[in-house]
């Protein structure tokens, strides 16, 4: 990292950068050009992807400061952590906070109803830590569970972090770096990496996903204040950001009549900028608030798409946080079904008021949320349509090639990054897995839309 807060890499990681993005926008070009000359709307449609990539990249690795720079206040810091059914990770997660570099922290630990020892486990815990209070509840699902945590705590500032996700000793510390340098700043997210990245190949392809959601898409957005999701694995909120929002979570039912769809929210235009979110400063309101918090698996984004409102929302490369991820491909299409709900729930929400933001960024959101929609569509187009329908054989090797080259753009820059990165060449496979596997999740998460859920695997 730079003084200026720059991601340091070396000089040929600019040249491949450069390469990349001229390369990038020449596909994208001559693909437009080839759907006007067919006159086929469909083929220009199908650069949406690309051209999201190319702006992603370009924000991101141009744009990005690291926002921890600020000098260090004693402040109380609230840890709170909401565990159900951890025995095997939970000491080491709280051992992990325990020798945080911060030290005038408390840790709040909310049992939700664990039945695998988890409950003994944190109670000879607390005999350890006196800074350590442990909260035992019947089970209700995570948005309870931070909720009560939110209550019990005294800080200022709240760290969320999941049990399953062991904490740098100085994350919290960079946090309030970040905090202390801006006083807009309402909300913080920090740089996950894998805990078990090496077990297999399904999490070899995470740990060069992780790598990119964080160091490049989540750059991209924090240049501009607007990190759309605040990762339960390490976020951090000043209280008065989403202290409004919390009654919400203990207060809302799941499928009361009272619950709105997010879908006609984003889609009554008129009645939403007059209802929901008339100027950009107004708080949200209650049905909207109900909605949100009204499931499980979407409460990272819920919180951080509360504080976005008014708030700037940053990514803190320097906080560093190792989660473990789903080792069977079970768990993991059963943790991006659960994530997908969550994406589309809050991004009908931000739908309703991102048009307000910076205009580059606002293409980036609404590009990606669309291409969320029509990207079993466009492989379809790209895959059958084109080929059988209008002979364009050269597409699908222009489309799978297009996604390699991105893939293996990635995962470079993940190895100019991090030298020690083993990873790195899993990007290319699983950008393959993203559009054959994980874009066809949409169905599945639409389809049980209303189901309530917060368990990763």
Not at 114 to 122: A, F, H, V, Y
Not at 421 to 427: F, I, L, M, S
């Amino acid at each position: 990292m730079s003084s200026s807060g720059r991601i340091l890499v070396p000089k040929r990681a600019w040249v491949i950068r450069i390469l990349s993005i001229v390369t990038l926008s020449l596909v994208t070009i001559y693909n437009v050009y080839q759907g006007m000359l067919l006159s086929d709307p469909l083929v220009v449609y199908s650069t949406l992807m690309p051209l999201h990539a190319l702006l992603v990249f370009a924000c991101g690795w141009a744009l990005y400061k690291n926002p921890a720079k600020g000098r260090i206040r004693d402040e109380l810091v609230s840890v709170v952590i909401p565990v159900y059914n951890q025995k095997e990770m939970i000491r080491i997660v709280i051992n992990a906070v325990f020798q945080s570099t911060y030290k005038n922290i408390e840790v709040v630990a909310v049992n939700d109803g664990s039945k695998d020892g988890t409950r003994e486990i944190l109670n000879e815990l607390a005999k350890d830590y006196p800074g350590l209070k442990v909260i035992h509840k019947t089970n209700e699902g995570k948005r309870k569970a931070v909720a009560a945590g939110f209550s019990a705590s005294k800080g200022r500032y709240v760290i969320l972090i999941d049990s399953d996700s062991v904490m740098d000793k100085n994350a919290i510390t960079e946090f309030m770096k970040a905090f202390s340098a801006d006083t807009r700043i309402g909300g913080v997210v920090g740089y996950a990496k894998v805990w078990n990245a090496d077990k297999n190949v399904l999490t070899r392809c995470q740990d060069a996903w992780y790598d990119y959601a964080f160091n490049i898409h989540k750059t991209c957005e924090s240049a501009f204040g607007n990190v759309l999701c605040c990762s339960g694995c390490l976020a951090g909120y000043r209280r008065e950001a989403i202290v409004d929002f919390i009654p919400y979570w203990t207060r809302a039912k799941i499928h009361n009549s009272d619950d709105r769809d997010l879908t006609s929210f984003a889609l009554a235009t008129k009645w939403a900028k007059k209802e929901l979110v008339p100027t950009l400063g107004e708080k949200i309101t209650t049905k909207l608030a109900n909605a949100m918090a009204g499931y499980d698996d979407s409460e990272d984004r819920a919180l951080t798409s509360h504080a976005i409102v008014e708030w700037k929302t940053v990514y803190v490369s320097t906080a560093i946080v190792y989660t473990d991820v789903p080792e069977r491909m079970k768990g993991y299409l059963k943790q991006q079904k659960r994530w997908k709900k969550g994406y589309i729930r809050s991004n009908f929400y931000v739908s309703a008021f991102f048009w307000r933001k910076p205009l580059i960024m606002s293409l980036i959101f609404y590009t990606e949320f669309l291409a969320t929609f029509t990207a079993p569509l466009i492989t379809l187009i790209v895959f059958l349509y084109e080929p059988l329908i209008l002979g364009q054989f050269w597409l699908p090797g222009v489309f799978l090639l297009g996604s390699v080259l991105v893939g293996f753009i990635q995962g470079l820059d993940y190895k100019f990054r991090d030298p020690g990165a083993k990873n790195w060449k899993y990007k290319p496979l699983m950008n393959l897995v993203t559009t054959f596997v994980l874009s066809w999740m949409i169905f599945f998460a639409l389809w049980n839309y209303r189901k309530n859920e917060w368990l990763t695997r």
